[in-house]
């Protein structure tokens, strides 16, 4: 495949506007860049909901080890479109500058780009591998993880030995994550007017108990990850009332917590849970109620094979040796990670920090030199014959 072709292939994918949505527009596209090799590869579309559906493609022999890459088709809303010099949904290329320009650019329809360019190579090349390949683009990642979660129930990532998910991260590869559980209190009060607050019942005073109980429980968990530190936990919406001669029956708080796995998810709803049930049974004017959004387990990965290739191949790319790094951030991985099977997770691909920002752009060398690179670790880990075709 010629590098004007790959960059194609990003652009189209970037024309697609897969805000949040329309995940099954991406995947009908890849699907059709496999259309040639029909009778080489197995195309299965897992429907979400309307108009968003996950795609695994497998290609390879089942025998052998199997490989997993996985890359998320939406891309988050480009915000004020007049703050882009390029227009979101154009993939413009700017060849002076070397960039590529878009929503998804970076986060991620590059690593998603690269993760399908993989298999067309080896499909192209006729690359006998020994092992399985399976790409695996999930819906609504920036939402909640919520296509990962699925293909992980129906069982799509239990045969896998190894999963590179092509996050934009070329500086290092990640191997562990931090979890993420977002957390929201709702505090239930009695209206009444504020000359006369004995009638009612504050709801943010009762919001603040359960605020302060919470910051001291969670500042307890001073236990430190080797690799990921320590757990943090953040409050960061608060609001109630509304106005000032009137006792607020509604106020609310969102927090915001990073694990580790010294402390299981579980063990931290737990915690929580406890400190809203005892402040309720403590206080029948108290009515707080608590709930769970998508909490997502921490990834940590020991020394591993793919892991150590990843890291062996990569001076021959990159002008170093890929560190093994850490991120504090959610990612289909933690849903991944869920899988029958404990096979590693790592996280690499093309992209940087211009994620989710205005005018987000991939550089078209390291968008580039990231195939090549991740067909290498690709066909090492699986194993190949190469046989020519006549
Ligand atoms: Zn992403």
Redesign the pocket.
């Known amino acids: 495949m010629t590098n004007n072709e790959k960059i194609s292939i990003l652009q189209n994918l970037i024309k697609i506007e897969s805000v949040n949505d329309h995940e099954a527009q991406v995947a009908d596209y890849i699907s059709s860049l496999f259309e040639p090799y029909a009778d080489q590869v197995e195309v299965q579309k897992v429907p979400f909901s309307k108009g968003r559906t996950n795609l695994v493609i497998t290609m390879g022999n089942p025998n052998g080890k199997h490989l997993g890459f996985s890359g ?1 088709m939406d891309v988050v809303d480009p915000g004020n479109v007049d703050e882009w010099q390029h227009d979101p949904f154009s993939g413009d290329v700017d060849l002076n500058a070397g960039k590529i320009f878009g929503r998804g650019a970076s ?2 329809k590059s690593g998603l780009a690269a993760a399908v360019i993989v298999m067309l190579t080896l499909l192209e090349k006729g690359t006998e591998i020994e092992g399985q390949i399976k790409l695996l683009a999930t819906v609504g ?2 939402t909640g993880e919520y296509g990962a979660h699925v293909l992980t129930q129906d069982g799509y990532a239990d045969d896998l030995d190894g999963l590179i998910i092509t ?2 991260h070329m500086d290092g590869i990640i191997t562990s994550c931090k979890g993420v559980i977002d957390y929201q209190v709702t505090s239930t009060g009695v209206p009444a007017h504020s000359s006369r607050p004995d009638m009612g019942v504050n709801a943010i005073d009762n919001l603040i108990q359960f605020y302060l109980a919470a910051k001291k429980l969670m500042a307890q968990h001073t236990e430190v990850n080797a690799t990921l530190g320590q757990m943090t936990h953040s409050v960061d919406i608060i609001s109630g009332g509304k106005q000032v001669n009137s006792v607020p029956d509604y106020a609310m708080l969102k927090g915001n917590i990073r694990s580790i796995p010294e402390y299981s998810n579980e063990e931290i709803f737990s915690d929580l849970q406890k400190i809203v049930d005892d402040l309720n049974a403590q206080d029948t004017k108290m009515k707080l109620k608590i709930k769970f959004i998508y909490p997502e387990v921490p990834i940590v990965n020991g020394e591993n094979e793919l892991t150590k290739l990843a890291q062996e191949i990569s001076p021959k790319y990159f002008d170093k040796t890929l560190p093994v790094e850490s991120s504090s951030g959610a ?1 289909d991985g933690s849903e991944f990670r869920q899988a029958e099977k404990q096979f590693p997770i790592i996280l690499v691909g093309p992209g940087n920090n211009s ?1 989710h920002g205005y005018d987000e752009y991939v550089a078209i060398d390291q968008y580039l030199t990231s195939i090549d690179y991740l067909t290498d670790v690709a066909e090492q880990f699986v194993g190949v014959h190469v046989v020519t075709k006549i």
């Open positions: 998320h986060d991620m990642e920036e996050e934009p990612n994620s």
